[in-house]
């Protein structure tokens, strides 16, 4: 049984394999559920998600079978989140409660017996897919945008199928003299290559909770904002972390899950994305030293996660110049880049991105970052918690 409270597990799929006849399962389901059925080959879902009183927190029942196999796999999908906080207009909130993640396993335990025709306990009931779900609670979606397009971009070397998700706000004055609409990358996600959501081993999504339920037209804007990290993880990965049956769904597997998995990722993989963002305006500074620097960086500002990595790339090695002139150019490019960021079509802010992305990676990921400069290079590394 769970011994502790999981606050970071959102929603999840539980399996059992029954050799009970296809048709008497199916039948026994109508009548327990109260909807009809959608078949597909070797499979027949039950979509729910609201629609039985009984189990409000159901978002689907599925039964699949083989041609080759007398055996059905019955798996069920709910949602924690759901049980504790009431309708869907809720779910900008997530379960928090012992009593929630108890209650909601003895449930899905008593009704994987009355489905099945068998009697089980849980330790035979088979974790088939976990979404974990952490939230941030943060003051501007919007000043998110560089932590978001640093930890895509580092992702996007070795994960296969992904998307930036690109808010485009009312048309607004920026610039001199034109009416554009502002862009805002308000999160990403990715999946396997030629896959489904569900169907993928990993689906990792990032995102702004407060502006998916404002799109639905299911809450207002207020002056806090909520960013959700939510990893999903199937069968094949659970396993690698001995997650098995819902018994192993202990805080201490769950982090321990989300941190080994993102460790290499979201240190190794993403300081050396940070370190080709500094070769690559070194090298373009070096061919132009001072003359025209202030174009050149602003050319180049997608490349500049925070306003400290230019203690890195304005320095008298790389422009030839001294440390007075140095300071004099960080002092202006600090000014030019604080004006781009009214003007430029994207919203952006250059301070405090380093800051934003140990809290998002700490929250959402459990690991505990630091960012440092040592000898012309950033390091990203793990801390003692």
């Known amino acids: 049984m769970i011994r502790r409270c999981i606050k970071i597990v959102d929603t999840g799929t539980y399996s059992f394999t029954t050799n009970v006849e296809l048709n008497r399962l199916l039948e026994n389901a109508k009548n327990l559920l109260g909807v009809c059925p959608t ?27 083989s041609s080759l196999s007398l055996k059905t796999r019955i798996s069920i999908t709910f949602s924690y989140s759901k ?40 330790e035979e009931l088979e974790v088939t897919a976990i979404d974990f779900s952490n939230q941030l609670t943060v003051d501007s979606i919007k000043n998110y945008s560089q932590a978001y397009s640093l930890i895509y971009s580092t992702l996007k070397q070795t994960e296969d199928d992904g998307r930036l998700y690109i808010d485009i706000s009312d048309i607004t004055k920026f610039g001199k003299e034109n009416l554009k ?32 339920m404002y799109n639905k037209g299911k809450s207002q804007k207020g002056t806090k904002q909520a960013v959700r990290v939510e990893p999903s993880f199937r069968k094949q990965v659970l396993e690698k972390y001995k997650i098995f049956s819902p018994a192993d769904l202990t805080k ?33 500074l070096q061919k132009t030293k001072t003359k025209g ?5 602003l050319r180049h ?11 890195l790339i304005i320095t008298p090695e790389v422009l030839e110049i001294s ?63």
Not at 95 to 117: G, P, V, Y
Not at 257 to 264: A, R, T
Not at 301 to 311: P, W
Request: aromatic share 10%.
């Open 293 to 297: 620097l202030k174009e050149k960086i």
């Open 181 to 212: 609409r502002k862009k805002t990358i308000i999160g990403f996600d990715f999946k396997e290559s030629g896959k489904q959501r569900r169907e993928s081993s990993v689906y990792l999504k990032f995102y702004s909770k407060t502006d998916e």
């Open 323 to 385: 440390e007075r002139q140095c300071r004099s150019y960080k002092k202006q490019l600090k000014e030019s880049l604080a004006e781009y960021e009214k003007d430029f079509e994207y919203e952006r802010v250059y301070t405090g991105n380093f800051k934003r992305l140990k809290a998002l990676i700490k929250k959402g990921c459990k690991i505990n970052l630091e960012i440092t400069a040592e000898e012309g290079k950033i390091k990203v590394y793990e801390v003692d918690k």
């Open 252 to 284: 201490e597997k769950i982090e321990k899950c989300l941190h080994d998995y993102f460790l290499k990722l979201l240190t190794v993989d993403l300081e050396q994305e940070l370190n080709n963002y500094l070769i690559t305006l070194k090298q373009e």
């Open 39 to 65: 078949s597909h080959a070797h499979k027949v879902d039950f979509k729910l998600e609201g629609k039985n009183k009984d189990y409000p927190f159901l978002n689907f029942v599925c039964f699949r079978h």
């Open 83 to 122: 049980y504790e906080n009431g309708d869907e207009d809720n779910n900008y909130l997530l379960a928090t409660k012992q009593k929630t993640i108890l209650e909601i396993n003895k449930k899905i335990l008593s009704l994987m017996r009355i489905l099945s025709f068998k009697s089980m306990v849980i």
């Open 301 to 311: 500002q997608h490349l500049i996660i925070d306003i400290e990595m230019l203690n």
